[in-house]
């Protein structure tokens, strides 16, 4: 009780000194919140000795890379010439998209044909196309098991881009850009419609998602607060000192992650919604008591 009383007459007696300091440790917490990167990589989520996870790290050593971004590509046939004039242009320019190491498609596959006693290996489709041998690949194509059901469909009508990227288990953000510059290109494509799947393009509707949830969690949260707090207190600086103290330890908190280096993900945005309903209800309790002793006609150092 001593160190409790010792400690709220240092608090009022060095106030303005505390409020500088709590000023300058929340610009400097605030400063980091741009630094805040997400993380939704398999790690996260699995002990380091699960089996699962350990599965996932031999598939890693042999193949380097699971981060497969699919691009879906719908027509009454794929054969057709202005159809595969799209694959190969959309081919080409998704090769050059962010952090891509590899593109397979319908255009740039590999096809292995035997001749005199010789196995030779090129693509599938030459370019510029000849339309007369267009229906001969199409049959070639459709009775082979490698690429059916992997970039073509069995009756000719679907077909898939696959650009692969690299996984870095540390890394994030390049998973955005690569789905991004995918997305202007295919938004170049005038009047086509097409299907983006893959793991890369689920993190970034993850962390797309996820950040516009929180933002319009916060704010209707924060709506709400002033609405409660108003009913509750009937004053003004009630509201304000209330609201100030949440936010401001809400920004300690997510700061100082950033700072310890912890990365956000699906499960950590909840964390500033539920710091906003808990610290307000505790601000609440504090005020509402000092409001009772103030009411009793106390001196407001002497209440506080």
Same mark, same amino acid.
């Given at each position: 009780?001593?160190?409790?009383?010792? @400690?709220?007459?240092?608090?009022?007696?060095?106030?303005?000194?505390?409020?500088?300091?709590?000023?300058?440790?929340?610009?400097?917490?605030?400063?980091?919140?741009?630094?805040?990167?997400?993380?939704?990589?398999?790690?996260? @989520?699995?002990?380091?000795?699960?089996?699962?996870?350990?599965?996932?790290?031999?598939?890693?050593?042999?193949?380097?890379?699971?981060?497969?971004?699919?691009?879906?590509?719908?027509?009454?046939?794929?054969?057709?010439?202005?159809?595969?004039?799209?694959?190969?242009?959309?081919?080409?320019?998704?090769?050059?998209?962010?952090?891509?190491?590899?593109?397979?498609?319908?255009?740039?596959?590999?096809?292995?044909?035997?001749?005199?006693?010789?196995?030779?290996?090129? &693509?599938?489709?030459?370019?510029?196309?000849?339309?007369?041998?267009?229906?001969?690949?199409?049959?070639?194509?459709?009775?082979?098991?490698?690429?059916?059901?992997?970039?073509?469909?069995?009756?000719?009508?679907?077909?898939?881009?696959?650009? !692969?990227?690299?996984?870095?288990?540390?890394?994030?953000?390049?998973?955005? &850009?690569?789905?991004?510059?995918? !997305? &202007?290109?295919?938004?170049?494509?005038?009047?086509? !419609?097409?299907?983006?799947?893959?793991?890369?393009?689920?993190?970034?509707?993850?962390?797309?998602?996820?950040?516009?949830?929180?933002?319009?969690?916060?704010?209707?949260?924060?709506?709400?607060?002033?609405?409660?707090?108003?009913?509750?207190?009937?004053?003004?600086?009630?509201?304000?000192?209330?609201?100030?103290?949440?936010?401001?330890?809400?920004?300690?908190?997510?700061?100082?992650?950033?700072?310890?280096?912890?990365?956000?993900?699906?499960?950590?945005?909840?964390?500033?919604?539920?710091?906003?309903?808990?610290?307000?209800?505790?601000?609440?309790?504090?005020?509402?008591?000092?409001?009772?002793?103030?009411?009793?006609?106390?001196?407001?150092?002497?209440?506080?």
């Amino acid at each position: 009780e001593r160190l409790i009383d010792g @400690w709220t007459r240092a608090c009022l007696t060095y106030r303005k000194t505390i409020l500088v300091v709590l000023a300058v440790i929340t610009a400097v917490t605030y400063s980091q919140l741009p630094k805040a990167r997400f993380d939704n990589a398999v790690e996260v @989520w699995f002990v380091d000795d699960d089996p699962a996870l350990i599965a996932h790290h031999k598939l890693l050593d042999t193949f380097s890379s699971d981060e497969l971004v699919v691009i879906g590509i719908e027509a009454p046939d794929v054969f057709a010439p202005d159809v595969l004039e799209k694959i190969h242009r959309l081919t080409r320019a998704v090769e050059e998209a962010p952090h891509v190491e590899k593109v397979f498609s319908l255009t740039s596959i590999e096809a292995i044909t035997g001749k005199d006693d010789m196995l030779e290996v090129g &693509e599938l489709i030459d370019f510029p196309l000849d339309p007369a041998a267009l229906p001969a690949i199409r049959e070639r194509a459709l009775v082979n098991e490698l690429y059916v059901g992997n970039v073509i469909s069995e009756r000719g009508d679907f077909t898939v881009i696959i650009a !692969r990227v690299p996984h870095y288990g540390d890394q994030f953000d390049y998973k955005v &850009e690569t789905v991004t510059g995918i !997305r &202007e290109i295919l938004a170049r494509e005038k009047g086509d !419609r097409f299907y983006l799947s893959g793991g890369p393009t689920l993190d970034e509707q993850f962390y797309l998602n996820s950040e516009h949830d929180t933002a319009k969690t916060i704010l209707l949260m924060l709506g709400l607060m002033v609405v409660v707090l108003w009913l509750l207190l009937r004053s003004v600086a009630g509201v304000v000192v209330t609201l100030a103290t949440v936010i401001t330890a809400t920004l300690w908190t997510i700061g100082a992650m950033i700072l310890l280096g912890v990365r956000v993900n699906v499960v950590t945005t909840m964390l500033p919604p539920l710091l906003l309903a808990v610290g307000v209800a505790d601000t609440m309790h504090v005020l509402v008591e000092y409001q009772a002793y103030v009411h009793g006609a106390r001196d407001r150092i002497e209440a506080m």
